[in-house]
Structures are given as C-alpha cells and as structure tokens.
C-alpha cells in the first residue's frame, strides 16, 4: 500500500498563507488521482481539491482562488499552497492518492487559522 505522509501544517493568522505537502512512497506518475482532503471538528471529511493523472483539476467551492493543488508527477510530492485562509479552513488536511489497485490516505496535518 501506498504510504503518505503529510507536513505543512500549523497556525497562522486570518488572511494568512499555508503551502501544505504530501510525500508518496512511489512517485505520484502511477496515480489516476491525488486529492486534498478536510475535516474539521464535528463535521464530515470534505474534498478540497483533486487532480488527475493529466493535470485536470476540481475545487471545493469554498477554496477556488484561493487555494492551488499541483503534482509533479515526476516527484512523489503533490502541493496545496493556501492563501487567503479563514477561520473556516481550519481542519486536519488529508492527502489521498488513488491508484490502479489503491486507495491510500495520509495520517492528516492540522490546519490552525486564528481570528
């Protein structure tokens, strides 16, 4: 199984950035999909963001503009830089990578946006 694991995350004021990281065990050109994934207290694990195998990307409403998910695929790396947070962006951030044969999720990073 494909191993992730996650970094980037922390405290940081309202209107702040964040650029969070997902390392995969393998490089990430095997994958249909990477995503970005949320969960905040008491709420259900939303999508953030995904990207394909050819580079098509999907938004959460609620990050358009403001957050950007990129993969290299020659890396096993995939990237969401996040700009402009809000209090409301604050969540454990997972990674998911979605293979042929797997579906992996990262332990998560938490994501701190003070008022």
């Known amino acids: 199984q494909v191993q992730l694991v996650e970094s980037g995350g922390g405290l940081v004021g309202s209107g702040g950035s964040l650029t969070l990281s997902c390392q995969a065990s393998e490089y990430t050109s095997g994958f249909y999909v990477m995503a970005w994934y949320r969960q905040a207290p008491g709420k259900e694990r939303e999508l953030v963001a995904d990207?394909?195998?050819?580079?098509?990307?999907k938004y959460n409403p609620a990050v358009a503009g403001r957050f950007t998910i990129s993969r290299d695929n020659a890396r096993p790396t995939i990237f969401l830089p996040m700009d402009r947070l809000e209090p409301e962006d604050a969540a454990v951030y997972y990674c998911?990578?979605?293979?042929?044969?797997?579906?992996?999720w990262g332990q998560g990073t938490q994501v701190i946006v003070s008022s």
């Open positions: 990207i394909s195998k050819f580079g098509i990307t």
């Open positions: 998911r990578s979605i293979g042929t044969d797997d579906d992996s």
